[in-house]
């Protein structure tokens, strides 16, 4: 059924949040017209204390700063905490003009191309990925239930997820990076306002890669690194791995099989984020999933929908 009431609220596009990529901006400031989709947006930049600095942040991951609990601490006073205190008052679900779907742009320097993240298992959050996989191909990674990575932008609005492209390095502006960035955004906004008119199109079926975990290089007594990633195993992102598969080269040249964490044992995995130069300072060599294919819900279109109706268009 169509609906053209006024909506109560607008699409949060976030660019930035990470102070050292840098296309999603360009993009932001020069390229995006204002009314992608008809939908009412609010363009913003993520951390721009850090893009000025060049950093990906200056105290913190602004990006690991949204846990409920620690947003309510009044003790965590680090600037990407203030920052996100500050982004969920202007544009959170609660806000005078609230934002209802954030779409937060990223880049990796990792072999990956462009994919969507989705943390956690929401509806309308998968509905929209499925959308999108339909539309573009692309893969999803499905992060949930690591307690050592939490806290992220978009699971503090109600439906929301990130699309990151790559590979490019930090810092760098580059036409493609940005084209695709543009293509990945502006699907999604076209998915979000027809949804808003009328039952979403979606696949039958939904691929996803999803978290299992992480691995760091294996290290000496000290920290330090005690061999490489395995140049076999470099830009191998999303294709499968078994135990024994050449995983790391030692200085002395000795290879390095995958021994798969105890709970994993003898399961085939597909890694992501292969030596990505953001996680290195978290240990994380690599990330592990597992593919799977989903069936769709019928729930998570009309959930989908529900969100996108609320949505304001652009008046005039
Ligand atoms: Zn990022």
């Not at 959930?303 to 996108?308: E, G, P, T």
């Amino acid at each position: 059924m169509a609906d053209d009431g006024p909506g109560r609220g607008k699409v949060l596009v976030v660019g930035g949040t990470h102070g050292n990529e840098v296309n999603a901006p360009w993009l932001l400031e020069t390229g995006l017209r204002e009314a992608s989709g008809g939908l009412e947006l609010a363009l913003v930049i993520g951390n721009p204390e850090a893009r000025a600095a060049g950093r990906r942040y200056l105290d913190r991951d602004l990006n690991r700063c949204f846990d409920p609990e620690r947003l309510a601490d009044p003790g965590a006073r680090e600037w990407e905490m203030l920052r996100a205190r500050q982004l969920l008052e202007l544009h959170g679900p609660e806000a005078r003009d609230p934002a209802l779907v954030v779409l937060d742009l990223h880049s990796t320097t990792a072999a990956m191309g462009n994919s969507l993240v989705v943390y956690g298992r929401r509806p309308a959050d998968l509905a929209l990925a499925a959308a999108l996989q339909q539309r573009l191909g692309l893969p999803i990674y499905l992060h949930e239930g690591d307690p050592r990575q939490s806290g992220y932008l978009v699971e503090r609005w109600p439906c929301g997820l990130v699309i990151e492209v790559g590979p490019v390095p930090q810092g760098v502006l580059n036409a493609t990076i940005v084209n695709q960035t543009r293509l990945v955004l502006e699907v999604a906004l076209e998915v979000l306002a027809t949804a808003r008119q009328v039952d979403p199109s979606l696949p039958r079926t939904l691929v996803v890669h999803r978290h299992l975990g992480s691995l760091d290089l294996p290290r000496q007594a000290d920290g330090a690194a005690a061999a490489m990633l395995h140049p076999r195993r470099l830009g191998r992102d999303w294709q499968p791995m078994q135990p024994g598969d050449p995983l790391f080269l030692a200085p002395d040249g000795e290879t390095i099989g995958y021994a798969p964490p105890s709970a994993l044992a003898q399961q085939t995995v597909w890694p992501v984020f292969i030596n990505e130069a953001a996680y290195g300072e978290k240990g994380i060599a690599l990330s592990l999933t597992r593919r799977e294919e989903w069936r769709l819900d019928p729930a998570w279109g009309a959930a989908l929908q529900a969100q996108a109706r609320q949505l304001r268009l652009v008046s005039g």
